[in-house]
């Protein structure tokens, strides 16, 4: 069964969307260095980037564009390809394939049946530095 491990939220103007986030809920919001991405940080973290308060998880925020226009839910799987071929097989679609976030995993997003956009993430095997997306 695949836990929920993240989420995202598209925004159509990023900084006011921190202010938003900061100011209403106390989120921390920290730009990822070489990216069009910051991470939201809603829970303490340990020192490999996990949360530290059981059943809380931390985010994203990216800009709104393409086929991700609201928040997404992310689910940890442990094969990103077995699960999109069952995401077909069970009247999904692939959205964006499968990426490789560096040093941490890979991604994916599809629409379920509904029409909702969901993501999937997969760690690198042990040992290659895998970890769920700040979490």
């Known amino acids: 069964m695949g836990g929920v491990v993240h989420f995202e939220i598209p925004a159509d103007d990023q900084e006011r969307a921190r202010k938003f986030y900061r100011d209403a809920l106390g989120w921390r919001i920290e730009p990822v260095p070489g990216m069009d991405y910051n991470m939201v940080i809603t829970t303490d973290m340990d020192d ?3 949360s530290t ?3 809380a998880i931390n985010g994203g925020m990216m800009a709104r564009e393409g ?3 609201s928040p997404v839910i992310t689910i940890d799987v442990p094969d990103i390809d ?3 071929k069952s995401v077909e097989e069970s009247g999904g679609s692939v959205l964006i394939p499968k990426n490789e976030v560096p040093g941490m995993g890979y991604t994916a997003y599809f629409k379920d049946s509904e ?3 969901m993501g999937l993430w997969e760690n ?3 040992g290659e530095g895998g970890q769920a997306p700040v979490s």
């Open 82 to 84: 077995s699960t999109l």
């Open 115 to 117: 029409g909702n956009v």
């Open 48 to 50: 490999a980037g996990q």
């Open 124 to 126: 690198l095997p042990a």
């Open 53 to 55: 308060t059981p059943g």
């Open 67 to 69: 086929q991700i226009t």
